[in-house]
């Protein structure tokens, strides 16, 4: 009875009011403002879905379990890398929608996604001073036609637009290495083994404009599964460069 009479009072308020309501950033359902359970604008339902990484059991990698790849890693590029979510059956619809079905509004979710693991971290990130550029992961030629974007690049420029960390294009592939999702760890430290080099006018670029040092750079992905990709890009960047190379993904 109780419950009834406040869910009158409730929609009487709201009829009077009313209440601000605005598309679910994932699945567009309406939602009252005040009612959206994050900051980020979903609805309850997709909310709910988010398979936040709250507590880190791996401090390399940065995974929420025990983690074989880098506790047989004989050299580690990256200092650390951090996630936002763990990658379940939720998140890979959401990335799927996103990277192959050409929902690209969704990189602002993403980004938003992104930027509370790195704020939630950022006391790591931060313990060889502040981060001076985010760089990302980049795209073949062949991948890049076929998708007609970059997913790493778009989110590290959003995320970019809400930290005000400069932005670069510091790497580049020499070769397309295919889909790496359907590889295995040995055929993806194979395949990747120096496909990536860095840009020379990004390291220019990079020396020019940071006066103070050391070098802090993160490398945006979106997705961390065996750590290869972004391994492989902070050596390319330590071969050329004097950094500290971190890693951020949306999701591990």
């Known amino acids: 009875m109780i419950g009834k009479l406040l869910k009158r009072i409730v929609q009487a308020g709201e009829s009077y009011l009313g209440a601000v309501t ?17 900051s980020l604008q979903l609805c309850a339902r997709c909310a709910g879905q988010i398979s936040w990484i709250v507590e880190v059991l791996c401090p390399h990698c940065g995974r929420a379990e025990s983690c074989p790849d880098c506790a047989r890693r004989e ?29 690209e509004r969704l990189r602002w979710l993403f980004a938003s996604m992104l930027y509370t693991a ?6 790591e990130y931060a313990g060889t001073g502040s981060i001076q550029w985010l760089t990302y992961v980049p795209v073949s030629g062949d991948r890049l036609e076929e998708r007609g974007f970059n997913q790493a690049a778009q989110l590290a420029r959003a995320l970019g637009l809400r930290t005000g960390i400069s932005v670069i294009p510091l790497l580049r592939r020499s070769r397309d290495t295919g889909k790496m999702s ?71």
Not at 78 to 93: F, P, Q
């Open 22 to 38: 605005s598309p679910c950033t994932y699945c567009a359902v309406s939602v009252k403002q005040y009612a959206a359970p994050t």
């Open 75 to 103: 050299r580690r590029h990256l200092k650390i890398s951090r996630s936002a979510v763990k990658y379940d059956e939720h998140m890979k619809e959401w990335l799927a929608a996103y990277k192959y079905r050409g929902n």
């Open 182 to 252: 359907y590889k295995s760890r040995a055929e993806r430290l194979k395949e990747l083994k120096d496909v990536f080099a860095v840009d020379e006018d990004g390291i220019k670029q990079i020396l020019k404009n940071t006066p103070h040092r050391p070098i802090n750079i993160v490398i945006i992905d979106d997705v961390y599964t065996t750590g290869s990709t972004l391994h492989h890009c902070a050596e390319a960047i330590n071969g050329r460069l004097d950094a500290n190379v971190y890693g951020l993904t949306w999701a591990r």
């Open 118 to 123: 790195y704020k939630r971290h950022e006391q």
